[in-house]
């Protein structure tokens, strides 16, 4: 069975740093597209950062250029979002999907399964 589990989320002063975490199971993320996903209240989910199998990473959210980062850890099956220079517009629930492939722009339907969400809180 396919299993996200979302960790690291909490509340952060504007321009701090953050690192969450997205352990999987039951699949190897060496073979599948994981992407993070964030939703404020009232919002539609935005892509934020994809990572292909093959090392490679798709930037969906113009915001996050600059300074957030994905990464992961084959030996850990965990993918990472190194979030740094936090502002109050970063606030939402974060979560991770896998799927085949990140492609160009985001589509949630391309990512069939989900984590639970770690809520990001960005405030002085």
């Known amino acids: 069975q396919l299993r996200l589990v979302e960790s690291g989320g909490g509340l952060v002063q504007p321009g701090g740093s953050l690192r969450l975490s997205c352990a999987a199971s039951?699949?190897?993320?060496?073979?599948?597209?994981i992407a993070w996903i964030r939703q404020a209240p009232g919002t539609e989910r935005e892509g934020v950062l994809c990572?292909?199998?093959?090392?490679?990473?798709?930037n969906y959210a113009d915001s996050a250029k600059g300074r957030f980062t994905i990464s992961r850890d084959s030996a850990k099956n965990t993918v990472y979002l190194q979030m740094n220079s936090l502002k109050p517009e970063d606030t939402a629930v974060y979560y991770c999907?896998?799927?085949?492939?990140?492609?160009?722009?985001?589509?949630?339907?391309?990512?069939?399964?989900w984590g639970q969400g770690t809520q990001v809180t960005v405030s002085s």
């Open positions: 990572i292909n199998p093959d090392g490679g990473s798709t």
């Open positions: 999907a896998a799927g085949w492939g990140c492609n160009w722009s985001f589509d949630p339907a391309n990512f069939g399964s």
């Open positions: 039951g699949f190897s993320i060496d073979l599948h597209a």
